[in-house]
């Protein structure tokens, strides 16, 4: 029964396409997360979404928007792909944004790569 | 200074043996603190969460020094299976910072 899911996979297209890749949980938790682990392995948070209140990482581009229809999916929808956005994006959950219940549960990523 | 420095490896330690390695964070304001896994071509998963007067899950523990700002994790008893990249992760609250660290590559040898 997985915790967080995410679809794609993976996903193959080329610059200036719009994608988006989705994100689920049913671990009944009220924060999701939206990063980036680029081709050195750093992991970078873009974006958290706690009831209807959007963080957001000042550094991605605002091409990146997260979309929310409900608590238990964050959706990551792209415009105009460049080859600097090839990385694995890993969307994660948590009960809480603060305090000691935060632990963050992570999907098995998308694997993206801009041709 | 980063904000969260972490020496990125690899270890080459012998099964059995003991390994320890740190996590320096710069910012003293920090409230969390995590110690992640992450196996190749895998997604991160929570290891121990850090506490202030230090804890132990089996054969990891870990414990935090607010004075030098560093969390450390010690593993015992090392086992193939632990072969991972350790990654540390700090969290500000107020700031709503989460902020991981690069990763030390862990190699488990027989």
């Known amino acids: 029964d997985t915790a967080v899911s995410q679809t794609p996979k993976y996903l193959v297209t080329q610059m200036g396409n719009d994608k988006s890749i989705k994100c689920e949980q049913n671990?009944?938790?009220?924060?999701m997360y939206w990063y980036k682990q680029d081709s050195k392995k750093f992991l970078k948070i873009m974006f958290s979404?706690?009831?209807?209140?959007?963080?957001i990482n000042e550094t991605v581009p605002n091409r990146f928007s997260p979309k929310s229809p409900d608590k238990a999916h964050l959706n990551l929808h792209i415009n105009s792909l460049e080859l600097g956005d090839s990385a694995v994006y890993f969307c994660?959950?948590?009960?809480?944004?603060?305090?000691?219940?935060?632990?963050?549960?992570f999907g098995p990523g998308t694997r993206l790569t801009v041709t | 200074r980063k904000e969260v420095e972490q020496d990125p490896g690899p270890f080459n330690v012998p099964e059995g043996a003991t390994v320890a390695f740190n996590c320096t964070y710069s910012?003293?304001?920090?409230?969390?603190f995590f110690w992640y896994r992450q196996d190749c071509r895998k997604e991160p998963k929570l290891l121990m969460s850090?506490?202030?007067s230090g804890n132990e899950d089996g054969r990891f523990t870990a414990q935090l020094n607010r004075a030098s700002q560093y969390i450390s994790l010690l593993i015992r008893d090392s086992k193939l299976s632990d072969s991972a990249t350790y990654l540390c992760?700090?969290?500000?609250?107020?700031?709503?910072?989460?902020?991981f660290g690069k990763g030390t590559r862990l190699h488990i040898l027989p």
């Open positions: 994660a959950s948590s009960q809480d944004l603060a305090g000691p219940s935060y632990e963050q549960y």
């Open positions: 671990l009944g938790h009220d924060t």
């Open positions: 979404y706690n009831n209807k209140e959007l963080i």
């Open positions: 910012n003293s304001a920090s409230q969390s």
């Open positions: 850090v506490y202030s």
């Open positions: 992760v700090v969290r500000d609250w107020r700031d709503d910072k989460i902020i």
